[in-house]
Every structure is written in structure tokens, then in C-alpha cells.
């Protein structure tokens, strides 16, 4: 299964990478820079095939991969130095080089990268929702966190919510679904947000203000899905299933405490009684089971309802349109999690590198196939968009080396007249290699601590 799980990874990361360097590729061409090779994976090529002057390759770790450009790679060499004398005395550089280029056309091949990314993810999310897709989710009803660690306050408790409550509106936006609630509570945290409760049929007014999880840069406010205890199916041989359970039973207590939900059921377990005794009703009648301190701690075998529907399959404009809104959304909240990072947040658990990346690209699959192949298809999808936009911010953040920075380097050249001087570009391209190694050597860091920690 971890095999698969990498392999569906490195597949996902490459086709993230490929849309990338396609749009570093194709502008390249636009505006005529010769291109030498284009590779998918680094190492040494497995396969190549030159085809017009270019050499396509499959590098041996299909991880990353480049568009090599004709002098594009010669910042700080002697041939650098040879045609930057040539243009600060008015002589072009060899026709086709991309220090021939202007700094419009290098901004153009610069920028394309990061955008073919943002183009891609709206491909992937307007594909989605022209399909149609099934959701499994919960309802928007919630059990304080504070029930399950007594003692401990949370900021839903300081805001006046009860287990019970039915969250129907957050900041003006409507709440139909559980995960309404997290994603609208992560985005926002410690900002103070008025949120509408329906509680035993009367409507009120609270304002919570979300902590923020140093783990991972989200809000949270103490709060966990209710699920009621009706069985959504039994797996076969296990103990449920030779007690006599069955998918539609309601559970409705555990040895003698009435249950509303299934974190009651959790909290009883918790205790690890010697035995477990479950009254359950079926179609109007009452039964009882029992477990042994066995069954019930290594697996009962039972998952309970959720809520499931499927959203429309929209025509095609709708489709785009419902993408592009998608992207941008999660355009904009990438942009202000950035903000998190000097908020003094766990960043060894909040930034992940591509090893763990991969690892849950393919973890997200292997889940999604589980449930059948659409659902599969659509988690690798959902996540691939994500990524992908997040390349998207990540290449256009000033930073030496990448691509943001190079845009900067080359906007200064635009408005000077001339190309910086050889040991600027030494220097900001120096400065680049230890930021990006620095970072990629963290994340790698974080990764190893994030898989010893599983």
C-alpha cells in the first residue's frame, strides 16, 4: 500500500510540475528563445528524443523537472560577463539567447510558469464541477471539545455554545454542513466572527473568536461534529457483525447511558469497561449486545451515517465560472496563511516538502479508490488543484532564483535600460541557492519529524 501511495504521489507532483515548466516552455517559444532541453524528473535522462532542436527527457527521479533555455543559465559566468559588455555597448547577443531577449519577454517566461499552474487548477476544478461529484459529509450540529476534556476551555465555550447547536450562518455566510464550519473557522483565526445557532428551534446571535492551532496556521474554537448512532454498515467478520448488528440499527445506549451521539459511545470506550453492552433499536423493536474488552478495542466494525448528496453537473460556462471562483478562493486564502508564518505557529507541521507532499497526494488516492474509483479521481484532482496554485504563489514571491525574484531582477532592468552588473547577479543569485536550500532542507526536516510522529 505505501508503494502505491508513492507512486500515485510522484505522478500527482509530476503533473504539477510538467503544467509549470509547460508554460516556462511555450512562452520560450512565443517569443523566440531557443530551448535546449525540457525534462520531466532530475537526474540523468532515462529517455530523450530531440525533435526541432529541443531535447525531450525523462529524468531518473520523477520528481521536479526544467526547461533549459538557451543562455539562460549563464548568470555569473564568463559568457555572462562577455554579453553584458555587449550590451552595455549597444553590440545583441547571439540571436535566440535568452539574455537576447528584453526584459518584457524574460518577465513574459518568468511569469507563464507560476500562471499555466493557477490555469491549470481552474482546468481541473471547472472539470469537477461540469461532472458532478458526490460529497460524503456531516451536519452542521456541534459537540464541544470541552465535553471530551473536562476542564479545558475553549473559545466556543467563552462564546456561549452548547453541544446541541446548529451552526447556520458564519460571518453572513449560510452553513448547510459540517465542513462549512471548518473551513470557515480555519481561515479566520483570532478575528472575531458573529455566528448564527439554532438551538432547541430558537435562533441566536454569538461572536466567537478562533484560536489559532500552532500546529498548522488554522483557527479552531473547540468544536466536533455531531454524528447520531445509526450504523451506516457493518464489516463483514468482524464483532458487530457476529453479534447480529446491522446497517440502520440505532444504537441508543452503552452499558446503561442513554446515547445522543457517537462521541458518547467514544467517551464510554475511553473508560475501557471490561465489557461493552449496546441496546440497540431495529424497525420499532429493542435488542442487546455485548462485547469484550477485545472486540470493542480492536475493532467493533462499524461505520456510522453520514450525510451524502451530489452536486449538479453545471453546463460548461457555469462550470468555468464555478472554477475560477473555487481558485480563487483558495488562491486567496493561500495568500493570507502566508501571514501565519510569523505568528509564531509549529512551522515544522505547518509547511510540508515534497516528501510529505507526495506521501499525501497518494495517501488522499488511495483513501478516494477505497470509497470507488469517481471518488478517487476526485480527491487526487481537488488536491492536485491545490497544489498547483500553491506552486502558483509560492514561484511569484520575490526570492532570488525562483521565478518571482527573476521578474523583479528583470523589472529592474527594464526600467534602468541595462542588464545588472555580473556580481549583483552573482550575489542575488548566491543569496537565492542558500534560501531555497535552507528551505527545502527545513522541509525535508519537517517531513522526517511529521512521519516519526505517525
Known amino acids: 500500500m505505501l508503494l502505491i501511495k508513492i507512486i500515485l504521489g510522484l505522478l500527482g507532483l509530476g503533473v504539477v510540475v510538467f503544467v509549470h515548466e509547460l508554460g516556462h516552455f511555450l512562452a520560450a517559444r512565443l517569443v523566440k528563445i531557443d530551448v535546449d532541453a525540457f525534462s520531466i524528473g532530475w537526474g540523468n535522462p532515462i ?56 526584459p518584457a519577454a524574460r518577465i513574459l517566461v518568468s511569469f507563464c510558469g507560476p500562471f499555466f499552474n493557477l490555469i491549470f487548477a481552474v482546468l481541473l476544478l471547472s472539470v469537477l464541477w461540469g461532472v458532478g461529484f ?59 466572527l458573529p455566528v448564527t445557532v439554532e438551538r432547541n428551534g ?93 472486540d470493542y478495542i480492536n475493532d467493533l466494525g462499524l461505520t456510522w451515517a453520514v450525510v451524502s448528496y451530489r452536486t449538479p453537473s453545471l453546463s460548461f460556462p457555469s462550470a468555468v465560472v464555478k472554477g475560477i471562483q473555487e481558485s480563487w478562493k483558495t488562491l486567496t486564502a493561500s495568500v493570507k496563511s502566508l501571514r501565519l508564518l510569523f505568528m509564531g505557529i509549529d512551522l515544522t507541521q505547518a509547511v510540508s516538502g515534497p516528501v510529505r507532499i507526495t506521501y499525501m497526494i497518494g495517501d488522499l488516492a488511495t483513501q478516494g479508490f477505497g470509497q470507488g474509483v469517481g471518488i478517487g479521481l476526485r480527491y487526487i484532482a481537488e488536491f492536485i488543484a491545490l497544489i498547483s496554485i500553491a506552486l502558483c504563489i509560492m514561484n511569484l514571491l520575490p526570492l532570488p532564483i525562483i521565478d518571482g525574484g527573476m521578474i523583479v531582477l528583470f523589472f529592474v532592468e527594464m526600467i534602468r535600460g541595462k542588464p545588472a552588473h555580473p556580481k549583483v547577479i552573482s550575489v542575488f543569485q548566491t543569496c537565492g541557492m542558500v534560501i531555497i536550500f535552507s528551505l527545502l532542507v527545513f522541509a525535508v526536516f519537517g517531513d522526517i519529524l511529521y512521519f516519526v510522529h505517525r
Open 47 to 102: 529517455w530523450k528524443k530531440k525533435i526541432r532542436g529541443v531535447e525531450y527527457r525523462l529524468g531518473m527521479f520523477p520528481v521536479g523537472g526544467y526547461c533549459k533555455m538557451k543562455g539562460a543559465a549563464d548568470y555569473g559566468t564568463a559568457e555572462y560577463k562577455e554579453a553584458w559588455e555587449n550590451m552595455r555597448n549597444g553590440v545583441k547577443s547571439e540571436s535566440g539567447s535568452y539574455l537576447a531577449a528584453s
Open 134 to 192: 458526490e460529497i460524503n459529509t456531516l451536519e452542521n450540529r456541534i459537540i464541544l471539545a470541552s465535553e471530551i476534556a473536562p476542564g479545558e476551555i475553549y473559545p466556543a465555550d467563552d462564546a456561549g455554545f452548547q453541544t446541541g447547536d446548529r451552526i447556520i450562518e458564519i460571518a453572513g455566510r449560510e452553513i448547510s454542513y459540517f465542513h462549512e464550519v471548518q473551513e470557515n473557522i480555519a481561515l479566520n483565526p483570532e478575528k472575531e
Open 202 to 294: 430558537e435562533i441566536l446571535q454569538l461572536n466567537v473568536k478562533p484560536a489559532l492551532d500552532k500546529t498548522s496556521g488554522a483557527g479552531k474554537i473547540g468544536v466536533y461534529f455531531w454524528t447520531d448512532p445509526v450504523i451506516e454498515s457493518v464489516k463483514p467478520g468482524s464483532p458487530a457483525q457476529r453479534a447480529g448488528l446491522a446497517p440502520k440499527d440505532v444504537i441508543t445506549s452503552a452499558n446503561g447511558v442513554t446515547l445522543r451521539n457517537t462521541l458518547d459511545l467514544t467517551k464510554i470506550v475511553g473508560q475501557e469497561p471490561d465489557n461493552l453492552v449496546l441496546e440497540y433499536r431495529r424497525n420499532g423493536s429493542s435488542g442487546q449486545v455485548q462485547f469484550s474488552r477485545d
